[in-house]
């Protein structure tokens, strides 16, 4: 996806960004807008070849992207991610919490590993890395953390048991970190999409891909959020949905 000459204002420029699951969907988006907007991108996610067409792509495009292979659900990658961005480019200004994992179970069906998987990377992963962020956020007084969740996050949806409870959770951890840091220049968002068109869109059976959002769409609203004004209280809570339900009936 091409960002660039979008009539930008490279509001961004020189900011540093860690965005996981950047190695395609909405993540690779992400990565490319804020590329574009001037930020310095770390890519993490576990497939090296996806990540770095990704970063490759940013650079051949003038932005300057790094990418760390990285599973989220482990620690030392997770340490590794924090290491590498601070002694490549320095202190993270942005963190984009967006890998995601998603099993179309109802409760009854949902082993404990698919529950432990689930929360591992949706919930566990963003919270240790906004913990890792935000002192160097609150220290210098300039953070942004942008949480990918879900419709379902909002909403319940018994068919997607631990995955509608893990972006419940990932939007109450959204508003820990905003509560917590009014005063110091950190914005935090959870952004709860509906259906997108990437693989991920495709877990839920039925759904009709012609209702979808398109990635593009949803990054045009991540990128309003990062360029509201210093004093704009906006969320934390962003529900981005189609105007035709992609669910029959
Ligand atoms: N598509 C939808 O309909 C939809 C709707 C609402 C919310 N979302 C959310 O949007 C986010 C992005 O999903 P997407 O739609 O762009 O789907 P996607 O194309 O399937 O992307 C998922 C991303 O997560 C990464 N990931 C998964 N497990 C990981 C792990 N253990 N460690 C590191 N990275 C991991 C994947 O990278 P690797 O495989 O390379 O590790 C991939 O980059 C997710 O949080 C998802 O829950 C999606």
Known sequence: MNYVGRGLDRGLRGRVAVVTGGSGG??????????????????????????????TSIRETGGVALAVPTDVTDDDALANLIERTRT??????????????????????TSIAEWDRTFAVNVRAAAYLCAAALPDMQERGFGRIINIASEAGV??????????????????????????????????????????????????????????????????????????????????????RTMRNPMPG
């Open 26 to 55: 909405i993540g690779a988006g992400l990565a490319a807008m804020l590329a574009d907007d001037g930020a310095r991108v770390v890519l993490a996610a576990r497939r090296e070849d996806a990540l770095e067409r990704v970063a």
């Open 88 to 109: 490549e480019f320095g202190p993270i200004d942005i963190v984009v919490n967006n890998a995601g994992y998603a099993v179309w179970k109802p409760l009854e069906q």
């Open 155 to 240: 909403a319940i949806v018994p068919g997607f048991a631990a995955y509608c409870v893990s972006k419940h959770a990932l939007r109450a951890l959204t508003e820990v970190i905003q509560n917590g840091n009014h005063t110091n220049g950190i914005k935090a968002w959870v952004v709860c999409p509906g259906f997108v068109d990437t693989d991920m869109g495709f877990v839920v059976p039925g759904a009709n891909p012609k209702d979808f959002l398109q990635v593009e769409e949803v990054v045009d609203v991540v990128r309003f959020l990062l360029h509201t004004g210093d004093n704009v209280k906006l969320g934390p809570e962003i529900l981005v």
